[in-house]
Every structure is written in structure tokens, then in C-alpha cells.
């Protein structure tokens, strides 16, 4: 299926509109990309998830994870959506797995999504 740019545009704007009214108004899109990232490839290892994004320094992917977290940096809460844990392999080294929370808030997103998209295609 090849999207139209009003379906795409659709997409976007409902997808963007949502991280910015339910998750958090000043979210940027490397943060979004992070959280799709994780997603993407459950258990990540942090220098992967910076290759990932297009090489971004350690401490902005690092950033971007707390801020995601159940706890930004900042110490204020966070949304919960993603988690470290430790590596069995090498104790030292944390994986990064989305929670249960982003997955199921994510796959609202989608229906969303579908659904905004076939109204557009149904009206046009």
C-alpha cells in the first residue's frame, strides 16, 4: 500500500499530537525515535540504540532513556515506558526494554492511527 501524502500527514499529526497531549508537551522527535527504537529491539544495549539514532553521544541517548523512564533525571515522574535492566551476560552493562505501559499506550496509538487513516480514505 502507497500512502498519500493526506494519509500520511494524518498519521503524523494524529501519532505527534498524542506523545505531545498524553505523554509530554515539550517531547521531541529524538525521544520518539528512541522509544520506537527499544520497541523495535526489546533489550537493546545502549551503544547499539546510539547507532541506531543516527550516532548520537552517549549521554544524549542516555538522556533521552531517563526521560522516558518511570523517573526522568530531573527526578520528576516520567511516563513509565521504558526500563533498564541488567545484562545476565556482563552485570555492568544495562538492556533497555519497553514496558508493558508504552506497549500497550503505543498499539491505543496505532488503532488511533488506523482509524483516523480510513475516515480520510472513506472521505476522499
Do not use: C
Not at 26 to 49: M, N, S, Y
Not at 61 to 89: C, M, T
Amino acid at each position: 500500500m502507497n500512502l498519500s501524502q493526506k494519509e500520511l500527514t494524518a498519521i503524523l499529526t494524529t501519532a505527534l499530537s498524542a506523545f505531545r497531549e498524553e505523554i509530554d508537551e515539550d517531547i521531541t522527535a529524538t525521544r520518539i525515535l528512541t522509544l520506537l527504537a527499544v520497541v523495535d529491539e526489546p533489550g537493546i544495549q545502549q551503544v547499539d540504540l546510539e547507532r541506531v539514532l543516527g550516532g548520537l553521544s552517549p549521554s544524549a541517548v542516555s538522556r533521552n532513556v531517563l526521560d522516558l523512564s518511570s523517573i526522568k533525571r530531573n527526578r520528576e515522574p516520567g511516563p513509565d515506558f521504558l526500563e533498564q535492566r541488567p545484562d545476565p551476560a556482563y552485570r555492568k552493562r544495562n538492556l533497555i526494554f519497553p514496558t508493558t505501559k508504552a506497549l500497550h499506550w503505543l498499539a491505543s496509538l496505532a488503532e488511533r492511527v488506523n482509524r483516523k487513516v480510513t475516515a480520510r480514505v472513506a472521505a476522499a
